[in-house]
């Protein structure tokens, strides 16, 4: 069925599962072509092969890897010339027994990496492909953990990370106005997946959905904000 997005192009990384996979799967019901990022070609292909779809092509990408995220923006260039609509969904969280007084540097640096850095240094890759028309979207996937309200010596090297991953979305959003790119932030709230578990109450279609929202439908003006449930929150 031909809609309004047939053609667009989506970059979605940590798509082989959870949340990332289910925003995968609304950008491609929405008629967009996504490449469903993962840290293993192995692991994209699987993901491709549940999706029983042409539309959608995989890509290697480890976020916290410079050298995976140049061959990656490298090998995507060779095969496409543009991109509307970049997901920095990739995260982990492994804050586990650890609190703010006895989290190592080590651990702070690795969630840092991934969860924070991660999303600027593929920003930065796969901008080439981003600027080619205005008004591509950048969506990073947040968290609760990373509004001010919300930070917890219990979760301390995942809170830092997405509160700096906050951080990034108001300066990216900042730094890529002039382009016609806009750039927001989503706290897809408690999901069930690997990472949030099988008792959590949302669904990872209900996790998706603000992202998905973001990446068709949200009004172009809007940029370097937060959102959970399709409306504006607090940083
Ligand atoms: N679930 C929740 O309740 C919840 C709540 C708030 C925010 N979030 C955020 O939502 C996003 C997705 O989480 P999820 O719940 O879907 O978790 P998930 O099921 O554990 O999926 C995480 C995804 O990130 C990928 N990933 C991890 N490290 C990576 C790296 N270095 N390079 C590339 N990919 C990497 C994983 O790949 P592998 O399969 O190779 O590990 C996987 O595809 C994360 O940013 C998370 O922080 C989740």
Redesign the pocket.
Known sequence: MPTQFQGKRALV?????????AISQGLLAAGFDVIL????ID?AYKAIEQLQTSNARPLE?????DN?IHQAAKNLSNEIDSLDVLIN?????PDKGVNILTVSRELLNQTMN??AF?AVQVTQAFLPLLSKFRNARIIN?????GQLAGLSADVPS?CLS?LTLNGVTIMLAEALQSQGIVVNAI???????????ST?P?T?EQ?ADTAVWLATEAPANLTGKLFYERREVSY
């Open positions: 990384t940590g798509a082989n599962k959870g949340i990332g996979f990022a993962a840290r293993s692991k990408l480890d976020v916290s890897d995976s969904n990739a995260g982990i969280y991934v969860n991660g996937t947040s968290s609760g953990y995942y997405k706290d897809p709230g408690w999901v069930q997946s690997d990472m949030g578990g959590a949302r990872p996790g």
